[in-house]
C-alpha cells in the first residue's frame, strides 16, 4: 500500500458527460501529480500541484482542470468527455526522490 | 529534453532464469532514474531508484538495476526470475522542469515480463 488513495476506483458514464476524480496524497506529501495511462499514449504526465498551487503541466486537454485543497487532497475534473478520454488515471504524491503511485481511477466513457 | 526508452514490448524468460528488462535514457545533466512495476488492475510500485553513488542499485523483490553512464542504459536485472514477477516494467527518469525540486517523471512505454513456469 502506496498511502496514496484515489476514488472512485471505477467510473462510467457518457461522451458529453463531466466528472471528478479524487486523490489524497501520503501524509506529509505536498506534492500531488496526476498522470494519465492509455493504451494509444502509455503513461503521459497530466499536472502537478504543490502545497496548493498549480507547479508543472504537461499534455493536460483545456477540458481538463485540476485543484488542490488545503488538506492536500486534490480533484481532477474531466468535461465534455469524448470516448478517447477513457483511460487509468493516476494520481501520485513525491517522497525524497521516487513518487508514490494509487491505485487509480478507471474512466470507461460511452 | 529527457526520455527514456524501452527497447522490449515483451521479454520471455523461464522460471529460475536470470531476467534482463532493458531501458535506455537521455537526459541533460545528471539522470535520476526508475523504475515501477504494474501488476494488473493495480497502481504503480517504485522498485528502485538510480540517484547518485554506485551504479548497481539493489530494490524491492530481489531487483536490482545497472546504471551505465558510458552506453545510456539502465537495466532491470534478477538472478533468478519467478512466476510473481510477471508483471508490466516501467523505466522513467526526472524531468526537472523550468523549477527544479519534484518534478514529473517521464516514462517508458513499459515492457511486459512473462515468466513461463
Known amino acids: 500500500d502506496s498511502g496514496v488513495t484515489q476514488t472512485p476506483k471505477h467510473l462510467i458514464t457518457a461522451t458529453g458527460q463531466r466528472v471528478t476524480l479524487r486523490c489524497s496524497p501520503r501524509?506529509?506529501?505536498?506534492?500531488v501529480y496526476w498522470y494519465q495511462q492509455s493504451l494509444d499514449q502509455g503513461l503521459q504526465f497530466l499536472i502537478q500541484?504543490?502545497?496548493?498551487?498549480?507547479?508543472a503541466k504537461g499534455n493536460i486537454l483545456e477540458r481538463f482542470s485540476a485543484q488542490q485543497f488545503p488538506d492536500l487532497h486534490s480533484e481532477l475534473n474531466l468535461s465534455s468527455l469524448e470516448l478517447g478520454d477513457s483511460a487509468l488515471y493516476f494520481c501520485?504524491?513525491?517522497?525524497?526522490?521516487?513518487?508514490?503511485f494509487g491505485p487509480g481511477t478507471r474512466l470507461t466513457v460511452l | 529534453a529527457q526520455s527514456v526508452a524501452q527497447p522490449e514490448d515483451q521479454v520471455n524468460v523461464a522460471e529460475g532464469n536470470p531476467l534482463t528488462v532493458k531501458c535506455t535514457y537521455s537526459?541533460?545533466?545528471?539522470?535520476?532514474l526508475f523504475w515501477y512495476v504494474q501488476y494488473p488492475n493495480r497502481g504503480l510500485q517504485f522498485l528502485l531508484k538510480?540517484?547518485?553513488?554506485?551504479?548497481l542499485v539493489k530494490g524491492s523483490y530481489g531487483f536490482e538495476a545497472e546504471f551505465n553512464k558510458s552506453q545510456t542504459s539502465f537495466h532491470l536485472k534478477k538472478p533468478s526470475a519467478l512466476v510473481s514477477d510477471s508483471a508490466l516494467y516501467f523505466c522513467?527518469?526526472?524531468?526537472?522542469?523550468?523549477?527544479?525540486?519534484?518534478?514529473?517523471?517521464?516514462f517508458g512505454a513499459g515492457t511486459r515480463l512473462a515468466v513461463h513456469p
Open positions: 501520485a504524491s513525491a517522497g525524497e526522490d521516487e513518487q508514490f
Open positions: 501524509s506529509g506529501d505536498l506534492s
Open positions: 500541484y504543490y502545497n496548493g498551487e498549480e507547479r
Open positions: 537526459v541533460s545533466g545528471n539522470p535520476y
Open positions: 538510480y540517484i547518485t553513488g554506485d551504479n
Open positions: 522513467a527518469v526526472r524531468d526537472w522542469g523550468f523549477s527544479g525540486g519534484y518534478n514529473k517523471l517521464i
